[in-house]
């Protein structure tokens, strides 16, 4: 049995579509924990990003995972690549930053964002995650969560009435 996530059978994972990513740390490891290492991996995210032709929507780096909320741009842009991208060049900027062995765990899981669901309600999921598990009161308090394409703003409204 494999230990990576299944894909969906009839899928492509190409094209326009949005799509709500987890990473897992290996061994599920405390590693996005200071501004430093959150910054440099976002960095990196964001140059994959441009590179695949994918927006972050939005971003939340947890202590032992990451969530990801993207839109491709194309209808060439391929998730698979990017996601391959995004684990890549974090866990090369982990490597050169901190001379750590492996950054993440084997695959990711991916939820293909559907016509009837709302990216401001999974927005607002992922965003609201560290209030979830008990690290702040209020998704604003969070530092290490946000928006390559809202502005501080917009995530306002969303947290508010789930319109940004």
Not at 54 to 81: K, Q, R
């Amino acid at each position: 049995m494999s230990d990576r996530p299944h894909r969906l059978p009839h899928f492509s994972y190409v094209g326009i579509h949005q799509y709500s990513l987890t990473f897992c740390t290996l061994q599920r490891h405390r590693v996005f924990v200071t501004a430093v290492i959150v910054e440099g991996s976002l960095d990196q995210i964001s140059r994959a990003a441009r590179d695949h032709e994918f927006a972050i929507l939005a971003y939340c780096f947890m202590p032992d995972h990451l969530h990801l909320l993207v839109e491709a741009l194309s209808e060439t842009s391929d998730l698979i690549a990017f996601a391959h991208a995004v684990k890549q060049r974090t866990s090369y900027e982990h490597r050169c930053q901190f001379q750590n062995g492996a950054l993440w765990q084997k695959g990711y899981f991916e939820h293909v964002v559907r016509d009837d669901e709302s990216m401001k309600t999974q927005a607002k999921y992922i965003l609201e995650n560290p209030v979830r598990a008990g690290l702040v009161n209020e998704p604003l308090a969070y530092r290490f969560s946000g928006s390559l394409v809202f502005t501080s703003e917009d995530l306002i409204d969303l947290w508010r009435d789930g319109t940004p």
